[in-house]
């Protein structure tokens, strides 16, 4: 199942912080994450590897970075 | 790392920042800025507080350069690599509070977190209780933080917004510029400055500022912060901005031991009194106050020049604090604590915790 989190306008350590909840809720295997910050675009990346998942997709569309992460094996 | 280009903000990108930081700090004391203070953040603030007149302790008196520097050099870097983002909105009358009671702690320690690990770095054991106290005071940000504590969302903003601070910095410098040093003279034009203590200790200018556009860019591309250093571990035992603060903090003990500026001990350090049970509470509240408005006071200049407008007031606040921990006695010296700044750490802890605990969830 996708979820989506919308962290637009957050800076971290909130981006983080939502993306590990979605993650540990253990309901999605796939999780797009919208933020508009660089920092945030590589936090997040950071975080969800160092959980074991995978960065899949970043794309970006005016200043806003749609990542999207999966679930590894 | 997958999707990760910026070679700055992996591992060895932070690292060597933190090395950079860790070479340039002592040499900046070598020539010329007070002992353990190649860069403090909070003391420069300070300092250009005490060169406006916003307070009138005529010993930390002087524009510094590096600020200037850490503001512009983010600028630059953020508009090189399309990062520049004039962004406003997330609470920033709170934002100004947290920097105010920041500044007071960390005047009350005698340094920020840049200047508690060069501190360190340089000897003094004193540091070490404000950098525990550093640590506790983020640890109960994160305690806040994971009660869902937050400033909200910020909103993009007109570029002139962003462009405030850095505005102000380049003014500063002009200001310099117009109004420079003359020798023997406490006030040159509308700036004071210090004809004795540490406001009288500084690098020149041209290496001042090189230095602090060297620093403020590198840190612009690698996120270097003190405060998420320790917050992202406690947080996520995530040791990657860690790194960076370690490397600085290792890399500036071998260079003061190199320079013969390693001089261990408690007593008699530069800049530093030996209270400490308030030297870990001053770092606890500054601590807190930085974990609260998201980044150490490096963190917040680099933002700003990146366009947070966030953050310049965070800043503002800073400077502002400086003006008022100086006017009312709050700020520490070499001989102990300020006559009022027992209560005014008091103060701080419970505006922060009034923040931190009724701040939360409504992101909309």
Not at chain 1, 46 to 71: L, M, N, P, Q, Y
Not at chain 2, 263 to 277: D, L, N, R, S, Y
Request: with cysteine; net charge positive; aromatic share 10%.
């Amino acid at each position: 199942m996708a979820k989506t989190i919308d962290a637009r306008g957050l800076s971290c350590p909130q981006p983080v912080l939502m993306t590990l909840d979605e993650i540990k809720a253990g309901k999605a295997d796939e999780i797009i994450i919208t933020v508009d910050n660089d920092a945030a675009k590589e936090n997040v990346s950071r975080a969800a590897v160092s959980r074991g998942w995978i960065v899949a997709d970043i794309g970006e569309k005016e200043g806003v970075f749609g990542i999207t992460i999966k679930k590894g094996n | 790392m997958n999707g990760i280009k910026n070679v700055f903000a992996d591992r060895w990108g932070i690292v060597g920042v933190g090395i950079m930081i860790g070479i340039i700090a002592p040499l900046l004391q070598k020539w010329g800025n007070p002992g353990n203070m190649g860069v403090c953040v909070a003391c420069f603030e300070r300092d250009i507080a005490g060169a406006l007149g916003l307070h009138r302790a005529d010993v930390v008196q002087y524009i510094r350069p590096e600020i200037i520097g850490f503001v512009l050099g983010s600028l630059a870097a953020a508009y090189l690599f399309r990062e520049y983002r004039p962004r406003l909105g997330s609470a920033p009358i709170v934002r100004f509070v947290l920097g105010v009671f920041a500044m007071i702690g960390a005047l009350v320690f005698l340094g920020c977190p840049w200047r508690a690990a060069l501190r360190l770095a340089g000897g003094d054991g004193n540091a070490i209780l404000g950098l525990l106290g550093l640590i506790f005071g983020i640890w109960i940000g994160t305690l806040l933080l994971k009660g869902g504590y937050n400033l909200g969302r910020t909103r993009p903003t007109h570029h002139t917004a962003g462009w405030m601070l850095p505005l102000f910095m380049a003014g500063l410098l002009l200001l310099m510029l117009v109004f420079p040093q003359l020798t023997g003279e406490a006030k040159s034009g509308v700036l004071f400055y210090s004809m004795k203590g540490p406001g009288s200790m500084h690098a020149p200018l041209a290496v001042s500022l090189v230095a602090g556009l060297l620093i403020g860019f590198l840190a612009q591309r690698s996120r270097f912060c003190t405060m998420g250093a320790i917050r992202d571990f406690l947080l996520f035992r995530q040791m990657h901005l860690l790194s960076g603060f370690i490397a600085l903090v290792v890399t500036a003990f071998v260079v003061n031991f190199i320079l013969g500026q390693f001089k261990p001990g408690f007593e008699g350090q530069p800049v530093a009194h030996t209270m400490h049970i308030w030297n870990f509470a001053g770092m606890t509240l500054s601590g807190l106050a930085f974990c609260l408005a998201g980044g150490c006071p490096g963190r917040q200049l680099f933002l700003a020049g990146e366009g947070d407008g966030d953050a310049a007031v965070f800043v503002m606040g800073m400077i502002v604090g400086a003006g008022i921990a100086h006017n009312f006695g709050l700020a520490s010296s070499p001989t102990g604590v300020g006559p009022y700044g027992i209560p005014a750490v008091f103060i701080g802890f419970a505006v922060c915790l009034f923040i931190g605990l009724t701040m939360r969830k409504s992101m909309t």
